[in-house]
């Protein structure tokens, strides 16, 4: 089966733009998670998002934003672009946790903003 | 708010040598998972840990889940050249939010 394919692969915007980046997730998954890497923090949590709606947000500025489709593709945003704003934008699609299944990461975008 | 430690944050290990990276957490966990990335790559789930003092086998990886479901730790035995990456451990509180660990880095020299 397809895995979760994230677009684009690469980007490199200007400070005070704006990005969307997109993640398809797995066929049948209906939960899809965003997460920050960056070298000095690790994976950190963005949001989570089931069935389009929101269940869980991290602690990032409202400058963070996304959203999710019926058919459980999934965007994010984020507006006003700032340098520390750099790093892998990994999504993770799932099935519930009570699959044991674990989250399929793809292979994520690397914004840089310059 | 929760939070997921990972010890350590690198390893160097000669190939053949046995290698343990341990993940704690402020609360209890209802479910742990594993990830390994290897460099330039994203993160692969290698497994998931639900029972309260569970111990799972995979090969040369060995993981344990605590008894009060607070702290997990992966053993790699006889590590080879392939186990290079970083491993995370990933926490769960049965919500809908899974906090990743900062990760433990694995340098294997041949």
């Known amino acids: 089966k397809a895995g979760v394919t994230q677009t684009p692969r690469y980007l490199i915007k200007t400070r005070g733009q704006q990005v969307t980046l997109s993640c398809s997730p797995i066929?049948?998954?209906?939960?899809v998670s965003w997460y920050q890497q960056t070298p000095g923090q690790g994976l950190q949590f963005l949001f989570e998002?089931?069935?389009?709606?929101?269940?869980n947000k991290g602690n990032f500025p409202g400058r963070f934003s996304g959203r999710q489709f019926s058919n459980s593709r999934s965007e994010m945003n984020v507006s006003t672009l700032e340098l520390g704003d750099s790093a892998l934008y990994l999504c993770?699609?799932?099935?519930?946790?009570?699959?044991?299944?674990?989250?399929?990461f793809g292979s994520g975008t690397r914004l840089t903003v310059v | 708010g929760q939070q997921v430690m990972q010890i350590p944050q690198y390893q160097h290990v000669q190939e053949g040598e046995d290698f343990t990276t341990y993940c704690n957490s402020s609360t209890t966990l209802s479910n742990i998972q594993w990830y390994k990335q290897r460099p330039g790559g994203h993160p692969v789930f290698l497994i998931q840990?639900?029972?309260?003092?569970e111990v799972k086998k995979q090969k040369r990886l060995t993981f344990q889940f605590g008894e009060a479901k607070k702290n997990s730790s992966l053993h790699i035995t006889a590590t080879q050249t392939t186990d290079v990456g970083t491993y995370f451990c990933a926490g769960n509180t049965g919500g809908f939010k899974t906090i990743f660990g900062a990760g433990t880095r694995l340098f294997v020299k041949a």
């Open positions: 998002y089931f069935s389009e709606t929101q269940r």
């Open positions: 993770a699609s799932s099935n519930p946790p009570s699959t044991g299944d674990g989250y399929t």
């Open positions: 066929s049948g998954h209906r939960s």
């Open positions: 840990l639900v029972k309260s003092g």
